[in-house]
């Protein structure tokens, strides 16, 4: 990739980053859209019609269109888990801050940690690797603790969604490792495609089961059956009032995921997961401006560490020849 085009794709991923967050935040702030299953299948709709269009062009050659059995296998495993842990983390932003939410997500390395010891047994960890989750921990713990929008129900979100990652790093690795073969062998923009629309399969199907349930459903006791509105309903009064942030979200959505697997095919994964850091950190910073909220020293010195943490940790995970938990 040419210096040019890194800086453009590179700056793009931050921008959207930081645009798809905040953004996040707003809608559920202000209930724009108050079902997030139809929140994510928007964000999942929109990543898939941005990678056709871009194979449409010739920027993305490659798109495998067909998959066999074994591959389908693991790709419904990594579409559960990965939608999963959007949800989450949705779930958990619209109670907790934009700050907070992101530096939770570093709590990521330490469960994927936990969860490589128990179910990778020829994976070695190294104490390296271990050492580095302290900043992580104690970042985040100092953070969670400085910041006024901590509650419990947002935490748990919070960390289920680091969960729900980490199996999903567990699910790739595993994937890998049985489709080895070239023939075979999914690259990054072919699997978050697949999982994008299997995804938009998965969520079709809740959603769908919900509907059901809410018409079969007697209202609430007090509640005038009229005023059970259906999440279709509310979808269409969520566009006809606020197109333009349900549009930013989404087209944000796509193209952040899309620029990171694009610099992830053009770079080393040590120095990606190091980008990464310091993109969260730039998200946090970003959501302050916005949302004009002031840090404390401790809370800065918690989101510092968390991010550090993070760098070192995926470094430290580069180093082994046997390859990387996820």
């Not at 949302?291 to 918690?302: D, V």
Request: hydrophobic residues 50%; charged residues 15%.
């Amino acid at each position: 990739m040419r210096s040019t085009t890194f800086a453009l794709v590179f700056a793009l991923w931050y921008a959207t980053s930081c645009l798809c967050t905040s953004s996040t935040k707003v809608i559920l702030k202000n209930r724009v859209l108050e079902d997030k299953v139809v929140l994510l299948w928007l964000q999942l709709f929109a990543s898939v019609i941005s990678i056709l269009g871009l194979h449409f062009v010739g920027v993305i050659p490659k798109l495998r269109a067909r998959l066999n059995f074994r591959q389908l296998r693991h790709i419904i495993r990594i579409c559960i888990v990965y939608t999963g842990g959007f949800f989450c983390l949705q779930s958990g932003l619209s109670y907790c801050s934009v700050s907070l939410s992101v530096t939770t997500r570093a709590l990521e390395p330490v469960v994927t940690c936990i969860f490589g010891a128990l179910f990778l047994r020829d994976e070695s960890i190294s104490k390296t690797m271990w050492l580095s989750l302290a900043p992580i921990v104690i970042g985040v713990s100092s953070s969670a603790m400085s910041d006024m929008t901590f509650n419990v129900r947002g935490f748990a979100f919070l960390f289920l969604a680091d969960i729900f990652f980490s199996l999903r790093s567990l699910a790739v690795k595993k994937m890998r490792k049985d489709l080895a073969d070239k023939s075979t062998m999914l690259n990054g923009t072919e699997t978050y495609f697949a999982v994008c629309w299997t995804g938009l399969l998965l969520l079709t199907f809740l959603f769908m089961c919900k509907e059901t349930l809410n018409l079969l459903l007697p209202a609430p006791h007090g509640e005038d059956v009229d005023v059970k509105s259906s999440s279709i309903e509310n979808v269409r009064q969520a566009f006809s009032s606020s197109v333009g942030i349900l549009l930013v979200n989404t087209m944000t959505f796509a193209a952040y995921n899309c620029s990171s697997y694009t610099l992830l095919g053009s770079i080393s994964m040590a120095s990606h997961a190091v980008l990464n850091a310091m993109r969260q950190a730039v998200v946090v910073a970003f959501s302050a401006w916005y949302f004009a909220r002031s840090f404390t020293m401790l809370n800065m010195l918690g989101v510092f560490l968390s991010f550090v943490g993070v760098a070192l940790f995926k470094r430290a995970s580069r180093v082994k020849p046997k390859g990387t938990l996820l």
